[in-house]
């Protein structure tokens, strides 16, 4: 199992920046990719970024690249997400997953319970 649990969520203005955190309390937390995700009002939930096991990879979502940083750091089991020059379009609720490739999928097992942003004009 891998608990996870967002923080760092709140109410912002546009231009302003945001630390999403997630954090562990599992054992395992280096041995698995970790993901963020989001889901805008009304909206389906859709990737917004991914880091793999070192930190040393990253992939990004087209409409993020540039404004969101994903990072890690398995000595505190935790996952961050920067988000800089927030859009109004950027309030969702966001979603950090843990997982791993199989059969050259990337499955996510393990989900947070989301924190909130929501970003004011």
């Known amino acids: 199992q891998v608990p996870l649990v967002e923080s760092g969520g709140g109410l912002v203005h546009v231009g302003d920046s945001l630390r999403l955190s997630c954090a562990s309390s599992?054992?395992?937390?280096?041995?698995?990719?970790m993901g963020w995700f989001r889901q805008a009002p009304g909206k389906e939930r859709e990737f917004v970024a991914r880091?793999?096991?070192?930190?040393?990879?990253?992939y990004y979502a087209d409409s993020v690249k540039g404004r969101f940083t994903i990072s890690r750091d398995n000595a505190k089991n935790t996952s961050y997400l920067q988000i800089s020059t927030l859009k109004p379009e950027d309030t969702a609720i966001y979603y950090c997953?843990?997982?791993?490739?199989?059969?050259?999928?990337?499955?996510?097992?393990?989900w947070g319970q989301g924190t909130q942003v929501t970003v004011s004009s």
């Open positions: 997953a843990a997982g791993n490739w199989a059969q050259g999928t990337l499955e996510w097992h393990y």
């Open positions: 599992g054992r395992t937390f280096s041995s698995y990719y």
């Open positions: 880091i793999n096991w070192s930190g040393a990879g990253t």
